[in-house]
């Protein structure tokens, strides 16, 4: 019995020993506490916190704690898993070595008996501190990072960035989840983005993409994202996104995008053609390159490929002689011209001028650009003179030769012969309408110009000139008459001039003055008023007084360029502000201009489809009775909507349709919309209610206009007493007698006419009686300052006054106040429109406001409203 209890003794002491020793041994520390002591601790734990293990053992169990307080929590926290016998577990908690520094520690703990709290603890302790810095190092390279980063799960967003926060406008500290939906204002788009996300992280894949994403606030904005698994092994532990924002650089890639495209139709419009050249190859070209040379696509309009330059000319010699003449005024910092003989595609040949110059002055053998004009029939015309000189000569030898005697005979052949000459060299340099210079004329003396002033010192000015509302003359009195106006105004401009200066005509109404040895700007402006003030006196042409007025565009060299093509599209450019701010002027070129003009042709190019594509629309102005303030009749405003631009205003458009003459087949078709309208509101049941119809100068002054008046009022079966034609009070006294008829006509068929602008012209008041006028409409300048200005308010009194005499309504423009309203009203102007009342309105608007009794009266069938009708029927019978 003895020996048993002696062995048993011995195992346990066994088994206690190899405990001990694997205590000992552990790669963590352990240690065992009663509360509030720590009774022992391996020597892993002592390691961990700079005690040798008897230093440790019967120490306050707090001293290894950051404070006393974070022991008594950590201990309550404890308390409450290990009396229910559970363990307890806390990934991460700060203790304090023996020399006061802290580490991060994973502690986890199991009481030896739950309901004895005496019998003691046995804790587990992890030094973690690595682990706890790589995270943080880890969190603040994540905070920190410049694109957001987002973790989601399922489709939900866990956890985020500060980059993400600042990208898409959430707090920072939100970090519950929510849908990743929210980033995404398209279903599709959602969809689409995460089924090829998901699919390639479900491989173990990264994906990117570029997309449109949301901020929290509604802004869209474009992004990259990448995104790709957590754990590829494992898809259920989510996926990272990085979402960097592109918008910046995507507006600078479209912003980059559009002045490339416009400066390739700036290009590929230009008269010469343009050609980049490297190593004896074409590396890009413009559309008239393609037209002079015959390459491209099938249809002659898509660039050529890179050709060889050689190819372009006639023969080996001629491409030789080029491009050893072209080295040598690239080497020398000169620009090369001349001119040559050039091979089509096709094989035929053409003589052209030639200007190039490198890129780079310092590098004459690289890149360089190159301009090319068909020259063919100048030369041509050049032949023809030697010809006939050569010609002239033999004839004069043989004449000579038969009659040695016959000295007159052989002056007369000498006179015929400087004749020829003279003839062919006039037609080749010459206006054959005017006298002036031509336009090879005016480059020739351009370049010789320039030259001048270069060795000069001097400025050179270039002038360009267009004949305001000249068109209309050309259209409405017809070309005889027009012809005559342009001779006219040549004759005056030599007058204006110095003789040293060069007068040339261009084509049309367009004409340029060159004028040398300008000293400074002043001396430019003078010579531009003295222009203005020989063209201001009228101009008596078959009975008719016609006025016609110059805008002027100037540039200066070498200041705005140093070449003829690049001063003419200058002087251009600056004649087109001149039109823009007003006419009747000149401005200097200014860099803004380029891109102003560059607008212009853009516009321009695209209205010449918009009506054919259907991109204009009416909105509707309401004009109101004064007393009841009543709907009475509809203004006809026009709008162009283009697709990438949105809704253009009148302002910017109209101009250029009355330019270029497309202002009569618009306004023939606002009229026709504008009728059709009104009979469709008819037939809906709604009452009928005149509309008013703005005309230009140019289209009421076309001979079409009667005409097509009558087939629209016979086309569309609309009472013409619905319909009234404005038009300016300075269009209507431009031509009296003519103006006269033609609003007789109008008048026959009982349509109304009202004076639109009235006070701002100088209408006689003879005229005035006579003309078959309805209406008069005060101009909105009177009516801004109405309340405070006494010379507005006599003006306006003066008006009302005035059309009461006559038996004229009378309407007020632009009422947009109280005040004003109730001052018009005190006057006796029977009717007002203006944003008070009602903003000009689209057609589905109309509508509504017709169909509303408390805007629009009981609709009752309108009086007959014929030739003989009383002015005001219209109105009478809405």
Known sequence: MIDHVAKTEREIA???????????????????????????????????????????????????????????????????????????????????????????????????????????????????????????QVEAIMNNASI???????????????????????????????????????????????????????????????TVMVRRDGVRMWVQVMAFPVAPDDPEQGTAWMVEDRSGQKRDDEALRDALLQNQAILDNAVLGVALVERGRTLHVNARMVELFGYGGADGSAPPPSITVRSLYADDATWLAARDAAARDFAAGRAHKAEYQLARSDGTRFWGRLSGRPFDPAQPRGRSVWLVDDVTERRAAADAVRAARDELEVRVLARTAELAGANALLQAEIAERRQAEARVHHMAYYDGLTGLPNRALLSDRLDRAMEVAQRSGRQLAVMFLDLDRFKTINDSLGHVTGDYLLKEVAQRLRGAVRTSDTVARLGGDEFVVVAPAI????????????????????????????????????????????????????????????????????????????????????????????LARDEFELFYQPLFETATRRLCKLEVLLRWRRPEAGLIMPDDFIPILEETGMIVPVGEWVMRRACEQSMAWQRAGLAAVPIAVNLSARQFMHRGLVDAIGAIIGS????????????????????????????????????????????????????????????????????????????????????????????????????????????????GCQYVQGYLLSKPVPVDAVAGMLSTASTFPAASPPPACGPTAAPMCADRGR
């Open 14 to 136: 066994a088994v206690l020993q190899q405990h001990q020793a694997m205590v000992e041994n552990a790669p963590v520390g352990i240690m065992f506490t009663r509360p509030g002591v720590l009774l022992s601790a391996n020597q892993c734990m002592a390691d961990m916190l700079g005690y040798t293990q008897q230093e440790l053992a019967g120490r306050d169990a707090a001293a290894i704690f950051t404070s006393q307080r974070e022991h008594d929590t950590l201990m309550a926290e404890a308390n409450v898993q290990l009396s229910a016998g559970l363990p307890f577990d806390r990934p991460a908690y700060h203790a304090r070595r023996r020399d006061g520094s802290m580490l991060w520690v994973r502690i986890r703990a199991r009481a030896l008996d739950p309901h004895a709290r005496a019998a003691g603890t046995i804790w587990i302790v992890e030094d973690v501190s690595d682990a706890r810095r790589a995270l943080t």
């Open 148 to 210: 957001g980063i987002v973790f989601s799960r399922d489709r939900m967003i866990t956890r985020y960035n500060r980059g993400f926060a600042r990208m898409f406008g959430y707090p920072e500290c939100d970090v519950t989840s929510m849908p990743a939906r929210v980033l995404y204002d398209d279903e599709t788009l959602y969809a689409q983005v995460g089924a090829a996300a998901y699919a390639a992280t479900e491989r173990g894949e990264a994906y990117r993409t570029e």
């Open 519 to 610: 000293r400074s700007r002043t001396e430019c402006a003078a010579l531009g008023d003295k222009i203005i003030a020989a063209l201001a006196a009228p101009f008596l042409v078959e009975g008719h007084m016609l006025h016609v007025s110059p805008s002027i565009g100037i540039c200066l060299y070498p200041d705005d360029g140093i070449n003829v093509e690049a001063l003419m599209r200058h002087a251009d450019a600056a004649m087109y502000a001149a039109k823009a701010a007003g006419r009747n002027n000149y401005q200097f070129f200014t860099a803004r201009m380029n891109q102003a003009a560059a607008r212009h042709f853009e516009l321009e190019s695209s209205l010449r489809g918009a």
């Open 716 to 827: 569309t079966g609309i009472d013409p007493c619905l319909l009234e034609c404005e038009i300016t009070e300075t269009a209507l006294m431009e031509h009296g007698e003519q103006t006269l008829a033609i609003l007789g006509q109008i008048g026959q068929m009982g349509v109304k006419l009202a004076i639109d602008d009235f006070g701002t012209g100088y209408s006689s008041l003879a005229y005035l009686k006579r003309f078959p006028v309805h209406t008069l409409k005060i101009d909105r300048a009177f009516i801004r300052e109405l309340e405070t200005s006494s010379e507005d308010q006599a003006i306006v009194a003066a008006i009302v006054a005035l059309s009461g005499s006559l038996q004229l309504s009378v309407v007020a423009e632009s009422v947009e106040t109280e005040g004003q309203f109730a001052w018009l009203k005190a006057q």
